[in-house]
Structures are given as structure tokens and as C-alpha cells.
């Protein structure tokens, strides 16, 4: 079955910036959309980006928008998110999915990995 594994979380402090990482353990290609969501302790899940199976369309949560950028390497099977700027509002446990669409639903999930902000 094929498997997500993020990394790249880590502490940062606010104003700086971490590069998250989606790999996946079988060839997607362009086949499928890619999502990255978060979720803060106590809070519900939310979208922050998704990039669509051909790369050619991506979309921002408004919160993130000019900070984060989404890409991909369909040649690696890895997605990224470059986080800018970050905020302490941004810590969470960020986790990828991919889907068809970035619309949803999403058919598989990686464990999270997970990013404080804080000085």
C-alpha cells in the first residue's frame, strides 16, 4: 500500500523558515493531487496548500498565503512546502494526502510531522 512519510519539522523561531518534505513510498507521477494540512493542539484540521497532479495548479489557505510555497518532483515522488515567515499561530502537526483532486476526498494520509514556532 503505498505510504506518505513527511519530515523536515523541527523548532523554529517566528520570522524563520522550515522546508517540509512528502515522500512517497510508490511512483504517483502526476497521477495524483498533493495536500498538505495542519492541525494545532485542540483545534481541527485545516487545509494550508495543495498542488494538483500535474503541478500546473496550486492553492493557499489566505493565512499562509505569500509565506508558503507548494511544489513538487514527481521524478523523486516528493512534494514540498516551504514555509516563510513563520508565526507561532503556524505550530502544528503538518501532514500530507494525496487525492484526485485537491478538492478531495483524499485517499492517503502520512503520520505528520510536527512544527513549533517559538522563541
Known amino acids: 500500500q503505498l505510504q506518505l512519510v513527511e519530515s523536515g519539522g523541527g523548532l523554529v523561531q517566528p520570522g524563520g523558515s522550515l522546508r517540509l518534505s512528502c515522500a512517497a513510498s510508490?511512483?504517483?507521477?502526476?497521477?495524483?493531487?498533493i495536500g498538505w494540512f495542519r492541525q494545532a493542539p485542540g483545534k481541527e484540521r485545516e487545509g494550508v496548500s495543495c498542488i494538483s497532479a500535474n503541478g500546473g495548479s496550486t492553492n493557499y489557505a489566505d493565512f499562509v498565503k505569500g509565506r508558503f510555497t507548494i511544489s513538487r518532483d514527481n521524478a523523486k515522488n516528493t512534494a514540498y512546502l516551504q514555509m516563510n515567515s513563520l508565526e507561532p499561530e503556524d505550530t502544528a502537526v503538518y501532514s500530507c494526502?494525496?487525492?484526485?483532486?485537491?478538492?478531495?476526498?483524499?485517499?492517503?494520509w502520512g503520520q505528520g510531522t510536527q512544527v513549533t514556532v517559538s522563541s
Open positions: 510508490e511512483v504517483i507521477l502526476d497521477y495524483y493531487a
Open positions: 494526502a494525496l487525492g484526485r483532486l485537491c478538492t478531495g476526498p483524499y485517499d492517503y
